[in-house]
């Protein structure tokens, strides 16, 4: 099977490592790539949104299958072209994709599906938001796709009129509307799900870190870590929730006349209520990738073609490895405001299995890698216990220094207290 991964971060290397072990994978590419990932697979020189130029690779080369990693080309159609040329490719169609392009159309949907969720109204000005909240804190969410960072939770009435202004008036995210959200409190947990436009398969547990600073301080990020499983949610209870947060939605889509193919994430607060859901992403997560996609022992490529074909993955069962996965997050100086970038990195070539170093924001600099983006590496370690997973990934992350290195230090300690 020829298989080319679309996308250039962490997310996309783990990917391309779980595919690595795939018995099915006799070729394998990434476009474009990072210099990280071009030490395991062959990366091309095509950039995720050039749609046609893509196409046109995937022809040219006679790919069997397209793994699609980053939002903005599913949004942009890229799943539409693809299939049009012929070409096996997973994602959802744009149609589908919008469930994670506008914040406004997923609560249409969850509401239409049955899906629990918290209260919520769409607002096109700064006065109409700050007519739309009945308390704090409030959840003010920029309704298109803003790469993680577009989502704020106003304290008082000072930081909520500040988001407001910079989404509607500043336009930070460029034009768009602002939907206003309850806040919900409990336990966050990440849910995805293998889809394949009839039926809803879902993964391993995770939980995801997405403020910058220990104990969840600070703005927030595309994330900081990640641990999978979650020790209170079991095999059992992930059948359970995926019931209720992935098939309805399944179902929607299936009814409305638009199979959703590919991954569903559901990120859900876990109330006194019960769960709701707190977003839909229509692809793997990053990093919960990371630490997801290390434990899969079944075979990543056939799920994926299983996938593309609508009932494929009827009868699947996934296999997963018992022990636990940390990922730490290595972000760049001024990340998430203002990521460093150009600085050298130092230590890689210290990570070396068991620990898995994936690579987002790098870049070459007369062959050594320096920092090119907000998240630069990504460690993941497994463990028989979380606090086992921790202190193994937390000893590779102090193996890697870069002038400015951010890091939280307390990912999956909520999973070492909770089983000690």
Same mark, same amino acid.
């Given at each position: 099977?020829k #298989? ?8 996309? !290397?783990a990917? *391309? ?13 990434? /476009?474009?790539? $990072? ?5 395991d ?12 130029a893509? #196409?046109?690779l ?5 790919l069997d ?6 939002e ?12 049009a040329?012929g070409?096996?490719?997973?994602g959802?169609?744009a ?10 159309y997923?609560?249409?949907v969850?509401? &239409?599906a049955?899906v629990?969720t ?10 109409? %938001? ?18 993680g ?11 909520a ?5 910079q ?6 995210f ?9 806040f ?18 879902p993964?391993? /547990? ?8 220990d ?12 641990y999978?499983?979650?020790? /209170? ?5 992930? &059948? ?5 947060? !992935?098939?309805? *939605? ?6 409305? %006349? ?8 559901a ?5 006194a209520?019960g769960?709701k ?7 793997f997560?990053?990093p919960?990738?990371?630490a997801?996609?290390?434990r899969?022992?079944s ?7 299983? +996938?593309? $074909?609508?009932?494929?993955?009827a ?13 730490v ?5 001024g990340?998430?405001d /203002?990521p460093?970038?150009?600085?050298? *990195? ?5 990570i ?9 924001? #790098?870049?070459?600099?007369?062959? +050594? ?8 590496? $990504?460690?993941? +370690?497994? %463990?028989?216990?979380p606090? +086992?997973?921790?202190? &193994?990934?937390?000893?590779g ?9 951010q890091?939280?230090s307390? *990912?999956?300690l ?7």
């Open positions: 099977m #298989v080319l991964v679309v996308g250039s971060g962490g997310r996309e !290397h990917i *391309i490592r779980a595919l690595l072990r795939s018995s099915q994978v006799t070729e394998l590419l990434c /476009s474009p790539g $990072n210099p990280g990932i071009a030490a697979v062959e990366c091309l020189p095509v950039v995720a949104d050039d749609l046609g893509l #196409v046109e995937a022809t040219s080369r006679k299958l397209v793994v699609v990693g980053p903005a080309p599913l949004v942009g159609g890229l799943v539409d072209a693809l299939s040329a070409i096996a490719a997973f959802p169609v149609a589908a994709a919008r469930l994670e392009g506008s914040k406004a997923a609560k249409e969850m509401e &239409a049955g629990p918290g209260g919520w109204s769409t607002v096109e000005s700064v006065d109409a %938001g700050m007519a739309a909240i009945v308390g704090y804190p409030a959840v003010i969410k920029f309704d298109g796709l803003a790469a960072k577009g989502v704020v939770i106003a304290t008082d009435e000072a930081a009129r500040e988001a407001l202004e989404f509607l008036v500043e336009r930070r460029g034009e768009g509307q602002v939907v206003v959200e309850e919900l409190e409990g336990e966050e947990l990440s849910l995805l799900a293998l889809c394949d436009g009839e039926r809803a398969v993964m391993a /547990s995770a939980q995801d870190y997405k403020r910058i600073f104990g969840d301080e600070g703005p927030n990020t595309g994330g900081m870590g990640s999978c499983p979650v020790p /209170s949610v079991d095999a059992e209870r992930v &059948a359970e929730l995926s019931a209720i947060v !992935h098939q309805p *939605i399944v179902d929607h889509f299936s009814a409305i %006349g638009t199979p959703f193919h590919g991954v569903l994430y990120g859900l607060m876990m109330t209520d769960p859901v707190l977003e839909y992403n229509t692809r997560g990053d919960e990738t990371q997801v996609l290390p899969l022992r075979d990543l490529a056939e799920l994926l073609l299983a +996938a593309t $074909n609508a009932g494929g993955l009868g699947r069962e996934l296999d997963w490895d018992p022990r636990c996965a940390v990922t997050v290595l972000a760049s100086a990340y998430p /203002s460093r970038l150009g600085d050298p *990195i130092s230590g890689l070539e210290l070396a299995a068991p620990l898995e170093l994936t690579c987002a924001g #790098v870049a070459d600099a007369d062959g +050594a890698l320096v920092t090119a983006g907000g998240r630069v590496l $990504n460690i993941t +370690a497994l %463990g028989e216990t606090a +086992a997973a921790r202190a &193994a990934a937390y000893a992350v102090e193996l890697v220094e870069f002038d400015g290195k890091t939280r307390d *990912i999956a909520r999973a070492e207290e909770a089983t000690e």
